[in-house]
């Protein structure tokens, strides 16, 4: 089947339910092809094997684009989305399977893959004279951003494919940016590549104007609430 025992050492009391998968000993839930932690069912397919699928689609995830317009009506950019089509719930929502993957080591790979696939689609577009002037938003969670190589892993990604950092924008949340120590020397490697960068959720930590005056940020995006 596909349910494995979640490495506590207990061995084979795992059953092999569809949505009941668990070791016999801790109670700890994992499955060949998902994350799973403590006694609620929570699972997402990803990354176990190391393939990606047709069209930028892994394990069922995606990216979609939200447009961003200026004042004047004119589009200039867009905000990379990501969503997640399970193969029996339907569309999940990222508030569901985000916090499971920030709570894992998942959250990790998934940025990778964010990165690398919002990439391939500024050069897409930068390929098409109508659209090679949009700039792309890509959200930046605090573990990956945290992550000792995440700027080279960042500068391989636009090498790769071929893209003007300046079509780049990285989003950090404001508790990002306040809990890393090196923040001021990773914001500014970034900004002296091209990347552009804007702080989210503005207003939901402590930080002061005059704090926010000494980041190297191009954008700030000031919390709904």
Same mark, same amino acid.
Request: glycine content about 14%; overall charge positive; hydrophobic content about 35%.
């Given at each position: ?57 892994? #394990? ?24 997640? /089509? ?24 998934? #940025? /990778? ?12 577009? +930068?390929?098409?004279?109508? $659209?090679?002037?949009? +700039? ?30 300046? $079509?780049?924008?990285?989003? $950090? ?20 590549? #091209? ?13 002061? $104007? ?8 191009? /954008? ?6």
């Amino acid at each position: 089947g596909g349910w494995r025992c979640c490495g506590c050492g207990d061995g084979g009391r795992c059953c092999s339910s569809r949505c009941g998968g668990f070791c016999g000993c801790c109670g700890r839930r994992r499955c060949r092809s998902g994350y799973w932690s403590g006694r609620r069912c929570r699972c997402f397919f990803f990354f176990a094997t190391g393939s990606e699928g047709s069209g930028g689609h892994q #394990g069922g995830l995606a990216l979609h684009y939200q447009p961003q317009f200026a004042l004047g009506g004119q589009m200039v950019g867009a905000e990379a989305l990501l969503r997640w /089509q399970h193969p029996q719930r339907g569309m999940v929502s990222p508030g569901e399977f985000i916090a499971v993957a920030e709570e894992s080591e998942l959250i990790v790979p998934m #940025g /990778q893959w964010v990165l690398r696939t919002a990439c391939r689609q500024l050069a897409a577009w +930068q390929a098409n004279p109508r $659209l090679a002037g949009l +700039q792309l938003s890509v959200n930046v969670s605090a573990r990956q951003f945290h992550q000792p190589d995440f700027v080279e892993s960042v500068t391989l990604a636009l090498l790769e494919c071929g893209v003007r950092p300046q $079509l780049l924008k990285l989003e $950090l949340t404001e508790s990002v940016v306040m809990a890393v120590g090196e923040t001021f020397d990773l914001l500014e490697r970034l900004r002296d590549l #091209g990347i552009s960068l804007s702080l989210d959720d503005f207003g939901t930590g402590y930080s002061s $104007l005059s704090y926010l005056k000494m980041l190297p940020v191009q /954008q700030l995006k000031i919390d709904k609430s």
